[in-house]
Structure formats: C-alpha cells, structure tokens
C-alpha cells in the first residue's frame, strides 16, 4: 500500500495501463513534457516516449477527432482536456461521432475513448475553469460518464475506463487533486477487490436520510454527515461514482429504508443532473418517501469570481438545511 493524493492515484493508473497495453496513448495540451497543468500525466512521456504521450495544439476539437480516428484503428486514446470549461469546442466530436459510432455502425465499431475533465470549482480559478458539464454528456446516449472521488477510485477506475469498449467521460474533481489516501498499486484492473465501474458505493452507512453525491461534493457530504451525527441523525451517503449508467438499485435500496433523500452537487440546480435522480427515486420509492427529494447544487448563473465562489459551492451549512427541511414534512 502506498499513501497518495488523488493526482498521484490517477497518474499511477495511467501508468499502469500504458503498461499492461501498448496500444493506450495518452493526448493532450501540455500532457507531455509538463506533465499536464495539473501534473496528471507526469513523467510519463519521458517514460513511454513522445509517440504515446502526445503533446497537441490547443484544438479541443482537434484532440477528440483525432483520438477518434486512432480508436478506429485499434488504439485506446485517453484524452485530457485540460479544463472543464475547454470541452464546449470539442461537443460536436463528442456527441455526433463519439457516442454515436457503435449505433451508426450497428454495433460493428467500437471507440474505446478516454476523456478526461478536470471539473468543479473551489480552487480559486478564473472564468471558464470551474465548471460541472456533467449534465450534457449524461444526457448523450452511447457514452459511459463516470466521477471519482479519492484517490482509491481514481487509480481504479481510470484503468476500469481505459478497458471499456465504450467512450467513457470521466470526471476528476479538481480541489480533492491533492487529498491522501492508502492505495494498493499491486492491484490491476481485474482486481476483485475493485467495485465494478458502474457501481455506487455507500461510503457512510446511516438510517435516517440518504444523501447522495459524486465526485468534488462527496467529501463535503461525508463532513455534513458528522456535523449531523452530533445532532442524533444518521445520514447515509452514498457516493455514486457512475452517472450514466446509474446504479440505480443501490439507491433506491437505500432511499426505501430512509424515506428521506437529498441529492448534491456543483453545477446549478435547475436541469442538473439530480432532477434525474429525483425523478427516479420518486417513480420507484414514492409509497416508502416521507419528504420530497430535495436538491443542493449551485444557483443558476455563471460561475462566478472565484472571490465569492465559496457562496455559489454547496457547503456544509446548506445540506444541514436540506436536511432538516427533509424532517419539516
């Protein structure tokens, strides 16, 4: 076991993956002799040479079509893009050739893509660098879209991803890039003790509302849950690490036994991805809810400056709230 932040834990997937296959390319602006802005991928150009690990233009675009194309000849491109709020330009790439090229081909070609977004905010960066597109590609049929949220789900499920036949968009939550955790290298990706990729785990157990969230606001639930505890109310959080598929049988295991649920995340709260889950749970827990769903996110503006960002990001405070109102019905 080796103690490491989650930055670590993502480049030491990816090593291991260029390592167990030669045909996995790592793309992307300033991925190789930088090491990306983030460090994600350092070293690993020195490592596996200039002709894995690719520097490209600042062409988002540019990045995901040509990783297409790799794909169609037996590669397993992962792409970074290097901020969230970079990934618009490449959207036609993604969502008309990406997704579509299993169903456009009748299942005859596949594009095992990686695209990688370091997304959410909380770290004091300028516009167009905190955003949570989550939504849009949840709402792309044909494509996987994922979010870890330590250090442990990253080395894993960045392997996990990388064998996918299947496009996957996965999301790293760029302020928990430096949090530590105990991660076993030796483990590869058939290792059972991994939790499949699409699975969610319940990371606190609890009886009295299920909270439910992924990727940057997870911790912050695991923190709302001990500040509840000390009130004599025991939430259960569950981390749901996959957004499309979504293990939907874990939740609602968990939502009928609580009778309470409040989802959280950054991107606003209007059309955000926990409508879908409030949708969800209400078709299949309604007779067992005693509260609506409610829902925690950020409002419905831009991002705003990061001097008062803290404001627009769920905190500790605001799901307490959503709690209690849970309890007001």
């Known amino acids: 076991m080796s103690t490491l932040t989650l930055g670590k834990a993502m480049n030491e997937g990816l090593r291991k993956a260029m390592e167990s296959d030669p045909k996995v390319l790592v793309m992307g602006e300033d991925v190789g002799k930088l090491g990306g802005v983030f460090r994600i991928t350092d070293g690993l150009q020195k490592d596996f040479g200039e002709e894995r690990v690719i520097d490209t233009p600042l062409a988002e675009s540019g990045i995901v079509g040509t990783a297409i194309g790799l794909a169609l000849r037996g590669y397993r491109p992962v792409v970074e893009i290097q901020f969230d709020g970079f990934v618009f330009p490449a959207a036609d790439q993604i969502i008309t050739q990406l997704a579509k090229m299993r169903m456009r081909s009748l299942g005859a070609v596949s594009l095992p893509v990686v695209v ?3 997304c959410g905010g909380g770290i004091g960066a300028v516009e167009h660098h905190s955003e949570s597109p989550e939504a849009y590609f949840t709402h792309t049929a044909g494509l996987r879209v994922v979010a870890c949220s330590n250090p442990v789900d990253a080395y894993a499920m960045i392997q996990q991803s990388i064998a996918s036949p299947d496009p996957v968009i996965f999301f790293e939550p760029k302020r928990r890039y430096w949090e530590k955790a105990e991660v076993d290298l030796d483990a590869g990706v058939d290792s059972t003790d991994w939790a ?3 699975q969610a785990k319940v990371v606190r157990p609890g009886e009295h509302v299920t909270v439910l969230a ?3 606001s997870v911790k912050t639930c695991l923190e709302a849950a ?3 505890a000390e009130e004599g109310r025991v939430l259960e959080v569950i981390d749901l690490r996959s957004l499309n598929p979504l293990d939907i049988a874990t939740v609602t295991e968990s939502v009928n036994r609580t009778g309470r649920c409040v989802v959280v995340h950054e991107a606003p709260v209007f059309s955000g991805y926990g409508a879908e889950l409030a949708a969800r749970i209400t078709e299949r ?3 067992r809810l005693e509260a ?5 996110g950020g409002f419905s503006t831009p991002y705003p400056p990061s001097r008062i960002e803290d404001h627009y990001l769920p905190d500790l405070d605001r799901i307490l709230d959503a ?3 849970t309890f007001a019905w």
């Not at 609506?292 to 925690?296: H, I, S």
């Open 196 to 198: 499949p990729l699409h």
């Open 292 to 296: 609506p769903v409610l829902r925690v």
């Open 214 to 216: 992924y990727g940057p």
């Open 285 to 287: 827990c309604f007779y």
């Open 323 to 325: 709690v209690d109102r």
């Open 116 to 118: 990688r977004i370091p």
């Open 226 to 228: 001990g500040a509840a």
